[in-house]
């Protein structure tokens, strides 16, 4: 089985509770482990696979209490690092139409540090760059593109969730995109929600934005549809393929939940070009990490609501 490297944030979301959109009137909060290449992480190691998460925070309670729980979930936390910087905190509120507050604190996510002898670890392994908060500075971005290389070098698969969230990219989305294509040139495999498909393609037509990511050099490409499940393109074939009924409360992590399970999945392959060649064996893969991202939004929060192996399988 390969390991699956998850490089990124990981942070605390304190999520606003009951008192609609404006943060201003926000009384209680809710502390949450945030963060989308730590929910991957658990995705993997929740479903039996080898889940590392290589990332940065505080040197403080809440620091303590998110590693805590990657522990629980039996990732690997060997290669975390801590920083005198105060963990990285996020405040939400939602009202009852998904309208957002937010507010970010930055901290100890941008200071992950590169650590040479990572690399030797990479080989034909798979590495997971989940880049909500990455691309936006500090030496967790130079550190990314430095294991992006050690990655190509020693031969890994790369997976890459561009994570946009708008609230860090109001104003300066052409920054974020100049970022994400120089990924999405060198990723084996790119996860895009609609909205990023969109974006980062300049297409509306997803097929058209398809052959646009195909030509900068990815192989595989899946954009997910919510209920509508996922569009899997490859240079050979390109299919929506559906997911399962369900009745979603809380759709947080289901992006994360889908692309652990497929990682998961790819990672019991020894030779990834058989993966890639086989439209059955992709289409498999894919069902199932449908299941995976449903059966997360049938219950609140990410982590907590990930599947087990027993649940997927019944
Ligand atoms: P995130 O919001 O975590 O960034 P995302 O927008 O990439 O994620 P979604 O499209 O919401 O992710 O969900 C990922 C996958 O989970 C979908 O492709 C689909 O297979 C499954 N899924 C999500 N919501 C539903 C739903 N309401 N019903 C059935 N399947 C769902």
């Known amino acids: 089985m390969k390991k699956v490297f998850c490089i990124g944030e990981l942070l605390i979301d304190f999520v606003a509770e009951n008192q609609g959109k404006d943060l201003s009137k ?23 696979g080898d889940s590392y998460f290589v990332g940065c925070v505080g040197n403080d309670p809440f620091g303590t209490f998110l590693l805590r729980i990657l522990a629980n979930e039996k990732v690997d936390i060997s290669l975390a690092q801590k920083s005198d910087t105060f963990t990285t905190l996020a405040f939400v509120s939602i009202d009852a139409d998904g309208e957002r507050d937010f507010v970010f604190s930055r901290g100890a996510d941008k200071e992950l540090t590169y650590d040479s002898s990572l690399k030797t670890s990479f080989e034909n392994n ?67 929600s609609l909205e990023e498909a969109k974006l980062l393609s300049g297409k509306d037509n997803l097929e058209d934005a398809c052959k646009v990511f195909h030509e900068m050099g990815t192989v595989i490409i899946v954009i997910t549809l919510g209920s509508e499940g996922t569009l899997l393109s490859t240079s050979n074939f390109s299919k929506t393929i559906p997911s399962i009924k369900v009745t979603p409360k809380d759709t ?40 995976a991202g449903a059966i997360t939004t049938e219950n609140f929060g990410a982590i907590e609501s990930l599947p087990t192996l027993q649940q997927l399988d019944s």
């Open 26 to 48: 926000a009384k209680e909060f809710s502390k949450k482990a945030g963060g989308a290449p730590a929910n991957v992480a658990c995705a993997i190691s929740k479903l039996g």
């Open 126 to 192: 798979i590495i997971h760059f989940g880049a909500a908060t990455a691309l936006l500075g500090g030496s967790l971005e130079e550190t990314y593109s430095r294991y992006l290389f050690d990655g190509l070098t020693k031969k890994a698969f790369i997976s890459f969730d561009p994570n946009y969230r708008v609230d860090l990219w109001k104003d300066k989305e052409d920054v974020f995109i100049r970022k994400c294509h120089a990924f999405i040139e060198k990723s084996h495999l790119c996860k895009f």
């Open 252 to 291: 947080t992590g289901a992006g994360d939940a889908f692309i652990g399970c497929l990682l998961q999945q790819i990672a019991q392959h020894s030779k990834i070009e058989n993966v890639l060649a086989d439209e059955n064996l992709l289409t498999n893969m894919v069902e199932r990490a449908n299941k």
